[in-house]
């Protein structure tokens, strides 16, 4: 089986926040973890916070308001120091609690749901964060080990067929319906999954990115385990 170094060669790892948010992408490096080994019972604040809908944000006021153990207690301090760190650095952080996202109905074949490989694109200087607290986490894929599908020539002549325009307006379609953000894995590909506990940052298409994106995707989901997800 093929190693997975590729994406291993395009991660930094730190030990600090302000580490996490101050080094700079470069060369191959689109993708740094603050590594961590959390304490805290995670999992008795999603069990309490349960939601009956697919998905719900939770707010410190949520937390606050929770009865808990003394794990529970200390995770809940995690969450809310996390949130802050974020904050502070100018980012919007939200804290889900989540059984599944929504997926594309029926026999799709160019899915562009966030279980397909994907990059985040923003029209001005960003990157994304996230952290999985409990639950199954996300991957990321190696750009050397993906292919844009946009670019796949069967998968290409396939679009043009329910592309109703004009030739030279061909690529602006692909962008205005996020085709062109989506990713497929090499044979052979090996993605690297997240983890539960590590605070990452990865790198988003923007103008002023000197690296490449990060390819990433969301996890299945295990039957009847919901996920506690920080994302910005």
Same mark, same amino acid.
């Given at each position: 089986?093929?190693?997975?170094?590729? $994406?291993?060669?395009?991660?930094?790892?730190?030990?600090?926040?302000?580490?996490?948010?101050?080094?700079?992408?470069?060369?191959?490096?689109? %993708?740094?973890? !603050?590594? *961590?080994?959390?304490?805290?019972?995670?999992?008795?604040?999603?069990?309490?916070?349960?939601?009956? /809908?697919?998905?719900?944000?939770?707010?410190?006021?949520?937390?606050?308001?929770?009865?808990?153990?003394?794990?529970?207690?200390?995770?809940?301090?995690?969450? &809310?120091? @996390?949130?802050?760190?974020? /904050?502070?650095?100018? $980012?919007?952080?939200?804290?889900?609690? &989540?059984?599944?996202? /929504?997926?594309?109905?029926?026999?799709?074949?160019?899915?562009?749901?966030?279980?397909?490989?994907?990059? @985040?694109?923003?029209?001005?200087? %960003?990157?994304?964060?996230?952290?999985?607290?409990?639950?199954?986490?996300? @991957?990321?894929? $190696?750009?050397? @080990? %993906?292919?844009?599908?946009?670019?796949?020539? /069967?998968?290409?002549?396939?679009?043009?067929?329910?592309?109703?325009?004009? %030739?030279?307006?061909?690529?602006?379609?692909?962008?205005?319906?996020?085709?062109?953000?989506?990713?497929?894995?090499?044979?052979?590909? #090996?993605?690297?999954?997240?983890?539960?506990?590590?605070? !990452?940052?990865?790198?988003?298409?923007?103008?002023?990115?000197? #690296?490449?994106?990060?390819?990433?995707?969301?996890?299945?989901?295990?039957?009847?385990?919901? *996920?506690?997800?920080?994302?910005?």
């Amino acid at each position: 089986m093929k190693e997975a170094s590729q $994406a291993i060669n395009q991660i930094q790892y730190v030990s600090n926040f302000q580490d996490l948010v101050s080094t700079p992408f470069q060369g191959d490096i689109n %993708a740094i973890c !603050w590594t *961590r080994s959390l304490s805290g019972d995670f999992a008795e604040i999603v069990r309490k916070l349960a939601p009956k /809908e697919n998905m719900c944000e939770l707010e410190v006021e949520d937390l606050l308001a929770l009865a808990l153990s003394d794990e529970g207690k200390l995770a809940r301090d995690i969450l &809310i120091q @996390d949130m802050k760190f974020l /904050e502070t650095h100018g $980012a919007s952080p939200i804290l889900n609690i &989540i059984k599944c996202y /929504e997926r594309e109905d029926g026999d799709v074949f160019f899915p562009t749901d966030v279980y397909s490989f994907h990059v @985040d694109r923003s029209p001005v200087p %960003a990157d994304t964060f996230l952290c999985t607290y409990y639950g199954a986490s996300s @991957d990321i894929l $190696a750009n050397a @080990d %993906a292919e844009q599908k946009v670019l796949v020539p /069967e998968i290409r002549e396939a679009l043009k067929k329910i592309f109703d325009g004009s %030739a030279e307006d061909f690529d602006s379609f692909l962008v205005e319906h996020f085709f062109d953000l989506h990713y497929r894995a090499k044979t052979n590909a #090996v993605p690297i999954n997240l983890g539960v506990g590590q605070l !990452w940052r990865l790198a988003v298409d923007h103008p002023e990115s000197t #690296v490449l994106p990060c390819i990433h995707r969301a996890p299945k989901e295990k039957d009847g385990e919901l *996920r506690l997800l920080l994302i910005c």
